[in-house]
C-alpha cells in the first residue's frame, strides 16, 4: 500500500505565502505524476499543478504566476510554493499522486487526506 502525508497548511493573510509539502511512501515501483488539486466550500474538486515524471508542469490559470509545484523525486515528495495568495485560494488542498506498483506493475492513483489553507482579507 501506498500512503500520502501532508504538511504545510493553515492561516495566512492575503498576500501572504504558505508552503505545502506531500511525502509518498510504500509499495512503489515509480511514480508518473505528482499533482496539488482543491477544493473550496460549495465546488467542485479542481486541479491546481501537478508535475509528469519527465517534469513537465502544469498549473491552473488562476495560479499562474503564483505558485510553483516541485519535487524531490528519491524522497518521493511534492511540494507546492503559494505566494501572493489571495482569499478565493482558500481550500482545502489535496495531493495526488499517481504510481506504479511494485508487485503488479500497474498503474494506479492515492489521494492524501487533504490539508486546510485559510486566506483572510
Known amino acids: 500500500q501506498v500512503q500520502l502525508v501532508e504538511s504545510g497548511g493553515g492561516l495566512v493573510q492575503a498576500g501572504g505565502s504558505l508552503r505545502l509539502s506531500c511525502a509518498a511512501s510504500g509499495s512503489i515501483f515509480s511514480i508518473n505524476a505528482m499533482g496539488w488539486y482543491r477544493q473550496a466550500p460549495g465546488k467542485q474538486r479542481e486541479l491546481v499543478a501537478a508535475?509528469?515524471?519527465?517534469?513537465?508542469?502544469n498549473y491552473a490559470d488562476s495560479v499562474k504566476g503564483r505558485f510553483t509545484i516541485s519535487r524531490d523525486v528519491p524522497k518521493n515528495t511534492v511540494y507546492l510554493q503559494m505566494n501572493s495568495l489571495k482569499p478565493e485560494d482558500t481550500a482545502v488542498y489535496y495531493c495526488n499522486v499517481d504510481y506504479m506498483t511494485i508487485a503488479t506493475r500497474r498503474y494506479l492513483e492515492v489521494w492524501g487526506q487533504g490539508t486546510l489553507v485559510t486566506v483572510s482579507s
Open positions: 508535475i509528469m515524471s519527465g517534469g513537465s508542469r
